[in-house]
Structure formats: structure tokens, C-alpha cells
């Protein structure tokens, strides 16, 4: 099956700094790839699509000076959390999809990557 | 707009024994319906899912879904579940005029005991 891969699994950074989440499609193209958020026991949020050479969409209340995000190629999407603060501490889950084949295709869900702020 | 709702977060259940974890959803337009699976510490992965057609879906794992248009409902079955099956579970929709942006209910943590 398709495998996304995420890195780092886990990060911790200091207050005021930035982190980068970089999510990876290992054997296929994705022309789409989505950021969720997801808080303990809580569902997951979607923050943003990305789409490869373009600027990502953001959702309704997700600060895009922020949340960096660059899809500089079809297998590669990258968050950049700018100037972290304590409460951005969460989980961040990537996804990605195929190019279109004529239907509708299923989102491939990379692990995850925790990232906590002191 | 739309909302997912899923009206058990916690389910336990015996090994063996049958369980259903429900599912509803409102859109004001026709959706695809997904249920993913979250084991401790894994990424999602999809149990199965209803774009058209036949309206009991069957997935990965035993796994079985039916979508009931008039009572907008998308509950996940499992005859008889494993110790292995405990884990969170997600119901999921998107719209057809966005496909690609899931929205997710709040989780089905699902814990099997022997």
C-alpha cells in the first residue's frame, strides 16, 4: 500500500523558536497532501491543503504567517511552525494523495509527529 | 456545512462479542463516508469507506459499514473482535464539491478485554 512517512516522530523545541515537519509520499505522486492537528482525546482538525506549485488553503481560523507550509514537489510537504508558543504543542498528522485516476482516491495518513514547547 | 458526530467515545467490549460503534453525519450535499482506524501510537489507516453504490461496505479486518441515506447514519460493525482490535476509531466525510477535506468526528476509543 502507500506509505507516507513523517519526520521527525517527535520534536521539542523551546519557546520563540521554529519547527519544521517535513511529510513524505515514499512511493507514489500526491498531488494533494492535507495538515491535521490533533489534540489528546480529541478528533483531528484540518489546518490546511496542499497542493504541489501552489499556495496552500488554510481553514477558518488557522493563522497561515504561523503555520508555514511549502509543497515544493509531489512527494514532499513541509509545516514550518514559526515562533512556537507552549499552546501550539499538539499533534501534527499529514496526508497525501494520489494523482487522480479517474475517480476518487483514499488520503494515505502519515504517523504523526508530536510536537511539544516548552 | 457539515458535522460528523459520533455518539460513543468510549466502547468496551469483550473478546469475541460483537460491537458497533455509530456514526452520523448532516450535509447539506452528498458525501463520502469513511471509518479509519488509529492503533496507539500509528497513523491513521482506512478501514473502509462509501463513495456509491451498494450501501454495506465491507472493509479490512472484518470490519463492515452501512450507510443509511435517511437516517444519515454510517455505523462500523465487527461480529467478533480481537484483543488486537482496540484502538481509536475515526468516522469521517467529505464533501463532493471539496473532496479531499475530511472531517472527522470526535473518536471511538474502542478497548477489548478478554
Known amino acids: 500500500g502507500a506509505v507516507v512517512s513523517q519526520h521527525p516522530s517527535r520534536v521539542i523545541c523551546k519557546s520563540g523558536t521554529s519547527v519544521k515537519i517535513e511529510c513524505r509520499s515514499l512511493d507514489f505522486q500526491a498531488t494533494t497532501m492535507f495538515w491535521y492537528r490533533q489534540f489528546p482525546k480529541k478528533s483531528l482538525m484540518l489546518m490546511a491543503t496542499s497542493n504541489e506549485g501552489s499556495k496552500a488553503t488554510y481553514e477558518q481560523g488557522v493563522e497561515k504567517d504561523k503555520f508555514l507550509i511549502n509543497h515544493a514537489s509531489l512527494t514532499l510537504s513541509t509545516l514550518t511552525v514559526t515562533s512556537a508558543h507552549p499552546e501550539d504543542s499538539s499533534f501534527y498528522i499529514c496526508?497525501?494523495?494520489?494523482?487522480?485516476?479517474?475517480?476518487?482516491?483514499?488520503?494515505?495518513f502519515g504517523p504523526g509527529t508530536r510536537l511539544t514547547v516548552l | 456545512a457539515q458535522s460528523v458526530t459520533q455518539l460513543d467515545s468510549q466502547v468496551p467490549v469483550f473478546e469475541e462479542a460483537p460491537v458497533e460503534l455509530r456514526c452520523n453525519y448532516s450535509?447539506?450535499?452528498?458525501?463520502?463516508l469513511f471509518w479509519y482506524v488509529q492503533y496507539p501510537n500509528q497513523g491513521l489507516q482506512l478501514l473502509l469507506k462509501?463513495?456509491?453504490?451498494?450501501?454495506l461496505v465491507k472493509g479490512i479486518n472484518g470490519f463492515e459499514a452501512e450507510f443509511n441515506k435517511s437516517q444519515t447514519s454510517f455505523h462500523l460493525r465487527k461480529p467478533s473482535v480481537h484483543i488486537s482490535d482496540t484502538a481509536e476509531y475515526f468516522c469521517a466525510v467529505s464533501n463532493l464539491n471539496s473532496w479531499g477535506k475530511l472531517q472527522f468526528g470526535a473518536g471511538t476509543q474502542v478497548v477489548v478485554t478478554p
Open positions: 450535509s447539506s450535499v452528498s458525501v463520502y
Open positions: 462509501y463513495l456509491s453504490g451498494s450501501t
Open positions: 496526508s497525501a494523495t494520489p494523482r487522480p485516476r479517474g475517480g476518487t482516491d483514499t488520503q494515505y
